[in-house]
């Protein structure tokens, strides 16, 4: 009766193992092929080709839950569908642990802190993820496995995901900047807030891991900003102490940076920028700068709010001035130095620093 009590347990195992196996071979072969490499008779046809489990690529970028998650709700602009209505939850998990252990081997280091699990995205401690895994299974459906963008996002969205491949991580996107919009979204896009499913320092460390697997950082960006901070620094260097505060009580530390004047022969005046904004602005931008003027609701991103924190965290006046005079690409803020002068243009920065920016 022992025997038999202890051999139960072990048929049900087997026959688990069969029916995951079989599962494998009439849902996943055709496309991943019978060794799990991608080699089928579909994958000539399909672009991008199947994952091919085997590589070191994928046992770097697939951990078990992103797997988990594909295999059950797909992935956009890959011919790869979700089977949340074909498979259990149960048979979803199985097929992960399957391929993983059938084809993509997960080991383990030890270490002196003891034995650390490796899940394909590297070592894991108790935390449960790093940078990597956190990119893959969170930002790789939009931002594309290698950061240049997912071609569905691309096609799809307005504005495209950023690709970082063309960031200048210094000059273009500054760490501050990036872990305020993984932190808080960016309004007017698709790129949501993700402070309710990560914490603090899990949104540093996918912050960090992009800035050093994918972006740049050109020998000019470091030397300009060692002579002269930009426009776009200049906010961020604030931003990164208001990030401390609430996103109603943005706290600008640098106020000698922040009030910089738009340039040494160039002062606007506030009282003649408040004509030349309702006259030209606030169809796009609201009367109260907010960015709902009758306009907005057929503009695609919506028009800037002044009064985001984000917004009064960014602009000083020199980036003002820039924004206004040589428009914004990507949205459809015009270039007004077409039909205004300089002075004009720094009126209206003028108005909208003092009225919008630089209050509480």
């Known amino acids: 009766m022992v025997v038999l009590l202890a051999f139960i347990p072990v048929a049900a195992i087997a026959d688990a193992d069969k029916e995951t196996e079989r599962l494998y071979a009439e849902t996943c072969s055709v496309c991943h092929g019978e060794k799990g490499d991608g080699n089928s008779h ?16 994928a046992k770097q970028v697939l951990t078990r839950e992103y797997m988990v998650h594909i295999i059950r709700d797909g992935k956009p602009g890959t011919a790869m569908m979700g089977f949340a209505s074909q498979l259990t939850e149960q048979q979803i998990s199985n097929l992960s642990d399957y391929i993983r252990t059938r084809f993509m081997k997960d080991t383990t280091q030890t270490t002196e802190a003891g034995t650390k699990r490796t899940t394909g995205v590297g070592i894991v401690g108790e935390s449960g993820s790093t940078g990597k895994s956190i990119y893959a299974l969170t930002c790789s459906v939009c931002h594309g496995e290698d950061g240049s963008g997912a071609l569905w996002g691309k096609t799809s969205l307005n504005p495209p995901p950023v690709n970082f491949r063309l960031q200048d991580r210094i000059r273009d996107l500054p760490r501050a900047r990036m872990i305020y919009s993984v932190t808080h979204g960016r309004p007017g896009t698709a790129m949501t807030a993700f402070d309710s499913q990560l914490d603090a320092e899990e949104i540093a460390s996918v912050v960090d891991y992009i800035r050093e697997a994918f972006m740049i950082e050109a020998a000019s960006a470091t030397t300009a900003s060692a002579q002269a901070p930009a426009a776009s620094t200049v906010g961020m260097a604030v931003l990164h102490d208001s990030m401390k505060e609430s996103d109603t009580q943005q706290k600008k530390t640098d106020t000698a940076l ?31 700068g907010k960015g709902d003027g009758p306009r907005a609701y057929f503009i695609y991103p919506r028009p800037r709010n002044f009064q985001h924190p984000a917004s009064k965290a960014r602009f000083n006046r020199p980036e003002l001035f820039s924004a206004i005079k040589k428009g914004v690409i990507g949205r459809e803020m015009p270039a007004w130095e077409k039909v205004m002068s300089d002075q004009q243009i720094a009126d209206i920065t003028e108005y909208v620093f003092q009225t919008f920016i630089n209050q509480p």
């Open 42 to 57: 579909a994958a000539a046809g399909l672009r991008p080709p199947p994952k091919d489990f085997t590589t070191s690529e």
């Open 258 to 288: 922040f009030d910089q004047p738009i340039s040494d022969d160039l002062t606007g005046d506030a009282t003649n920028g408040a004509t030349y904004y309702m006259q030209n602005c606030t169809a796009c931008h609201g009367v109260e």
